[in-house]
């Protein structure tokens, strides 16, 4: 395991996607493991946390997570904007060498078969929810949270500290052809 | 209708949330107006755009959705994040004067029996596609856009300009207990 990095308590998890961070995902099959970018993931509950995620059919990372039913969704930071990019104009299907030319390192973490991205700021193990309506018809993944992690200089004690950490740190946000806003200032809840 | 507000393309209103901001949904039933807020909303399809956002079965806004068969998912800005925090404190079942203790003040757009909400940074129009299951199941619930606006000081030519507009008409987006960050730092595609 890399430094800094902790396991998150299952009922702070929702935190770590709840301000709609573009998130990377991967997935693990028979020796092959690959990496995507989605825009389109979202918590869906607490307790189990639940997320939602959009895989389109043409991505070979879907058939990985619909082969091994499980997956990770993880958190890139500014960092690794370009990283994103990358992983999210290529194919493994064109590009056997797709992770090392997009410059992705993976990790392991002990008791989860699965790739993990390194560098991320957050890592969200989950179990595929089966719910074939909702895949063939509208490519869209529901995932059971059963374990996370996340880099301690940006996110502990349950919450994002973007504000007094590296700006290098903070999540990434697309909006459209590559551009990406940061994530910004913190506006507190008055107390 | 407001000043500044101009139609969104339909091949551009997924950029309206695809960033990940929190939003508010609006709805009306039978003369009753509500508003609450979703930090669980997401971009689900291109074209015709779709959505997802879980509302929870609490919620009064959800009732009006599952009556009449149509909501607004709006974006708010800096400018209302303590609105924001306030609709998604209340209920409409225990304040029937909810909407303007909240401070929403609302407006109509022609040919849309809808509520919108004045103030916020964009507008998506969306009928209901009844998904029984997901609804039940997983409070989940699906919507496509059927028009979207934005105020075109801050998104304009099928892009948002967060980063030469005023910093009040931010988007937000929340992690917990009413803190919020506001978007941040434009990272353009190199070219």
Not at 76 to 103: F, I, M, Y
Not at 107 to 115: G, I, R, S, T, V
Not at 121 to 146: M, R
Not at 159 to 184: Q, T
Request: with cysteine.
């Amino acid at each position: 395991m890399p430094p800094d990095i902790a396991p998150v308590e299952m009922s702070k998890a929702y935190r770590l996607i709840n301000h709609g961070p573009t998130v990377l995902v991967s997935a693990r099959h028979a020796g092959i493991d690959n990496v995507m970018a989605a825009a389109w993931a979202c918590a869906l509950d607490y307790a189990p946390p639940k997320l939602t995620v959009v895989l389109d059919r043409s991505s070979y990372t879907r058939k990985l997570v619909e082969q091994s039913g499980q997956f990770v969704i993880q958190v890139p930071t500014v960092a690794q904007a370009e990283l994103t990019r990358a992983v999210g104009r290529s194919s493994l299907a064109d590009d056997t060498d797709k992770l090392a030319h997009c410059g992705v390192e993976l990790f392991d973490l002990a008791d989860h078969d699965l790739p993990f991205v390194k560098g991320c700021s957050a890592w969200l193990a989950c179990k595929l929810i089966a719910e074939p309506h909702n895949q063939q018809a509208y490519d869209l993944f529901i995932g059971e949270v059963v374990a996370a992690w996340a880099d301690t200089r940006v996110f502990r004690d349950g919450h994002w500290h973007f504000e007094d950490a590296d700006p290098s740190l903070r999540s990434i946000h697309h909006v459209a052809g590559g551009n990406f806003y940061a994530i910004g200032d913190l506006l507190p809840a008055k107390l």
